[in-house]
């Protein structure tokens, strides 16, 4: 079963919302849309008798049911549902570190291994000088090409970023990656941090 935590707090505040909806059985159903890529979004959504997948695991809980969507389960590990109330009346948040994360395996496709390394290691180093780096493709040969971006592009730094950091973090990652090559055009140099 998943891991993810509805608080007391939450799982009040969603049961009175609920509670005015037009059918007695409404439930919630949390999804990610996009999940294990940087463009994951947590949603949660009202689920009527009949709404719900069939493979979407069940979360009975004390006030409502919760349909977790199967394919989300794995990148919702250590979610957190919360309810705060403020001046305003209050606000659910809901905290999925693990949205964005591809989940991988010694099988997964070459690419998605390098993407998983990308976002989970190597760009968060980056982040704070503003850039990023993002796959193009696989090619022949098992080469990864590579963008820059951010404080990156143009940065006099980036033959050492690469070679000393990115390839080498890779290469040690994932063993049968050959060679990374970076095709950003770093004449523009606007953003860069150097």
Request: glycine share 8%; charged share 25%.
């Amino acid at each position: 079963m998943t891991a993810i935590i509805i608080t007391e707090a939450a799982q009040d505040y969603l049961a009175t919302l609920l509670a005015k909806q037009d059918h007695a059985d409404v439930g919630i159903r949390i999804f990610i849309t996009q999940p294990g890529t940087p463009h994951a979004e947590t949603c949660i959504s009202y689920c009527r008798p009949g709404e719900e997948d069939p493979s979407d695991k069940v979360l009975g809980l004390s006030k409502f049911t919760a349909w977790i969507d199967a394919v989300s389960e794995p990148f919702l590990e250590d979610a957190i549902v919360d309810f705060a109330e403020d001046r305003m009346g209050g606000q659910l948040t809901i905290k999925a570190p693990n949205s964005k994360v591809p989940m991988i395996n010694e099988d997964s496709p070459l690419s998605q291994r390098v993407e998983y390394y990308l976002q989970t290691e190597i760009n968060p180093g980056l982040a704070g000088h503003g850039g990023h780096i993002s796959l193009v493709d696989v090619v022949e040969d098992n080469v990864a090409i590579l963008r820059f971006g951010g404080g990156c592009q143009g940065c006099g730094m980036v033959d050492v970023t690469l070679k000393e950091g990115v390839e080498r973090t890779l290469l040690e990652r994932i063993p049968e990656l050959k060679a990374v090559r970076d095709v950003t055009d770093h004449t523009n140099k606007e953003n860069a941090y150097f």
